[in-house]
């Protein structure tokens, strides 16, 4: 897959010394919003993306914050940041028309040498230190890692409205974000292949052959898609 230079982007800061940088991605179309740009809808009473962006800025794991949006959300996240003086954003940048080449403009803002990231989604907003830690903590130590929580209810394999088997749910889990990568192995990963073939970042990894490392997720920590999860994340929001 051919690797694109992001459009543009806007500088803010500095990094902190510590930690590794996140990417969060926060350029998807929203279709499954009704068109409502979900990373700017308000839970009460604080945008999506502040929710984001707040927990990484707490985060003594986190040395500095990269955003990818659409380009109409520039302008917005900067001023979601000042407002909610997010000090380790260092970039907010313009992303693509596919998730990896999105998460591929972001790591173009990375310094030399930054070769361990986290990735995580802009409408994912309750993560908890003690995740983005065992992330952190993870991907030091292996090629990549993932937050997930295991399935709990019965799954089945259906087919033509049909139930063929029930699958055994003991070794399912559900991926969530931050998720862990190095960077050269990631790259190499997608060498030549389809962005549209992987539904998430680890599994860029896990298609090469690379070691991703699981860590628990929390199941809170949601991501908004659709109108239902904006009721569910209000009433989480007041507890987190």
């Known amino acids: 897959m051919e690797i694109t230079k992001p459009k543009f982007s806007y500088s803010l800061c500095e990094k902190e010394s510590g930690g590794i940088?996140?990417?969060?991605?926060?350029?998807?179309?929203s279709s499954r919003m009704n068109g409502v740009d979900k990373q700017l809808l308000s839970v009460a009473g604080v945008p999506v993306i502040a929710r984001t962006l707040l927990c990484?800025?707490?985060s003594t794991d986190i040395s500095k914050i990269i955003v990818v949006t659409r380009e109409q959300s520039v302008k917005d996240i900067?001023?979601?940041?000042?407002?909610?003086?997010i000090s380790k954003l260092s970039d907010v940048v313009v992303g693509s028309d596919t998730r990896q080449k999105s998460v591929l403009c972001g790591l173009e803002r990375l310094d030399k040498g930054e070769e361990k990231v986290l990735i995580s989604d802009g409408a994912r907003?309750?993560?908890?230190?003690k995740m983005i830690a065992d992330c952190v903590k993870a991907i030091n130590e292996c090629d990549g890692c993932l937050c997930a929580v295991k399935v709990n209810d019965t799954v089945k394999k259906v087919e033509n409205n049909e139930v063929v088997s029930t699958v055994d749910r003991k070794p399912l889990y559900l991926a969530q974000t931050p998720q862990g990568i190095t960077v050269n192995l990631y790259r190499k990963a997608l060498e030549g292949k389809d962005a549209s073939e992987f539904t998430?970042?680890?599994s860029v990894l896990e298609?090469?052959?690379f070691c991703v490392r699981v860590v628990p997720g929390n199941i809170r920590n949601i991501k908004i898609t659709?109108?239902?999860?904006?009721?569910?994340?209000?009433?989480?929001?007041r507890e987190f």
């Open 78 to 85: 900067q001023l979601i940041a000042e407002k909610y003086m």
């Open 226 to 237: 659709t109108p239902e999860d904006v009721a569910l994340a209000e009433i989480y929001a």
């Open 125 to 129: 907003m309750f993560i908890t230190p």
């Open 207 to 209: 298609a090469a052959g």
């Open 21 to 29: 940088p996140v990417v969060i991605v926060a350029a998807g179309s």
């Open 56 to 58: 990484f800025e707490r």
């Open 200 to 202: 998430d970042d680890c």
